[in-house]
C-alpha cells in the first residue's frame, strides 16, 4: 500500500453515462498527477496539480474529461457522456515537490469499463 | 518533445539467471529518469530512479540502472532473477520534479523455474 487511495477500484457504466472518480493522496503531497492506462500500453499522462491549481493538461485530456481538487487535498476526475473507447486504468499518483529529488507514489487505479 | 523506447516487450529468463530489460530516452531537457515495476492488481511501484548524481543507480530488489548519455540509455539489470521479480516493467522519462513523466510501453518480465 503506497498511501494514495483511489474510488471505486472498478466502475462498470453504460455509454453515455457520467463518471467521477476520486482520489485521496499522501496526506502532505502537494502533486498530484492522473495517468491513464489501456491494456498493453504504459500509462499516459493526463493532467497533474499543485496544491489546488491545474498546471498542465494533457491534449489526451478532451473536454468530456474535468478534474478538480478544491482543496489541495483530494481530487475527483469526472467523465461526462463515455463512449467505449475510455475504457481503461485510471491512476493517481502523488508527490512532495523538494527540489529534483522527488518519487511519485501511485494508487492500485480505478478500472472503469463502458458497455 | 521527450520519451521513451522499451526494445522488448517481452524478456523471458530462467530463475538465478541475469536480467537485462532495455530502454532508450530521447530528452530536450537533462531529463530525470525512472523504472516502475507494475505486480498484477497491485499499483505502480518505484524501483530507482536517476536525477543527475551517480550514473550507476542502485534501487530495491537488487536491480541497478546505468545512465549512458552518450547511448541515450538507460537499462535496468539484476546479476539474478527471483520468481518473485515476474511483473511488468516501465521506463519513464521526465523534466525533473516528475512533471510530466512519459512511460514506455513496457516490459513483461517472465522468470522460469
Known amino acids: 500500500d503506497t498511501g494514495v487511495s483511489q474510488d471505486p477500484r472498478h466502475k462498470i457504466t453504460k455509454r453515455g453515462q457520467n463518471v467521477t472518480f476520486r482520489c485521496d493522496p499522501i496526506s502532505e503531497h502537494n502533486r498530484l498527477y492522473w495517468y491513464r492506462q489501456t491494456l498493453g500500453q504504459g500509462p499516459e499522462f493526463l493532467t497533474y496539480?499543485?496544491?489546488?491549481?491545474?498546471?498542465?493538461k494533457s491534449r489526451l485530456l478532451s473536454d468530456r474529461f474535468s478534474a478538480e481538487r478544491p482543496k489541495g487535498s483530494f481530487s475527483t476526475l469526472e467523465i461526462q457522456r463515455t463512449e467505449q473507447g475510455d475504457s481503461a486504468m485510471y491512476l493517481c499518483a502523488s508527490s512532495l515537490v523538494r527540489g529534483i529529488n522527488t518519487e511519485a507514489f501511485f494508487g492500485q487505479g480505478t478500472r472503469l469499463t463502458v458497455v | 518533445a521527450q520519451s521513451v523506447t522499451q526494445l522488448d516487450s517481452h524478456v523471458s529468463v530462467s530463475e538465478g539467471t541475469p536480467v537485462l530489460l532495455r530502454c532508450n530516452y530521447s530528452?530536450?531537457?537533462?531529463?530525470?529518469l525512472f523504472w516502475y515495476v507494475q505486480h498484477p492488481n497491485k499499483g505502480l511501484q518505484l524501483l530507482l530512479k536517476y536525477t543527475s548524481a551517480a550514473t550507476l543507480v542502485k534501487g530495491i530488489n537488487g536491480f541497478e540502472a546505468e545512465f549512458k548519455k552518450s547511448e541515450t540509455s538507460f537499462h535496468l539489470t539484476k546479476p539474478s532473477a527471483h520468481m518473485s521479480d515476474a511483473a511488468e516493467y516501465f521506463c519513464v522519462v521526465s523534466r525533473g520534479n516528475n512533471n510530466d513523466m512519459r512511460f514506455g510501453a513496457g516490459t513483461r518480465l517472465t522468470v522460469k523455474p
Open positions: 530528452s530536450s531537457y537533462s531529463p530525470s
Open positions: 496539480f499543485q496544491n489546488e491549481a491545474q498546471l498542465e
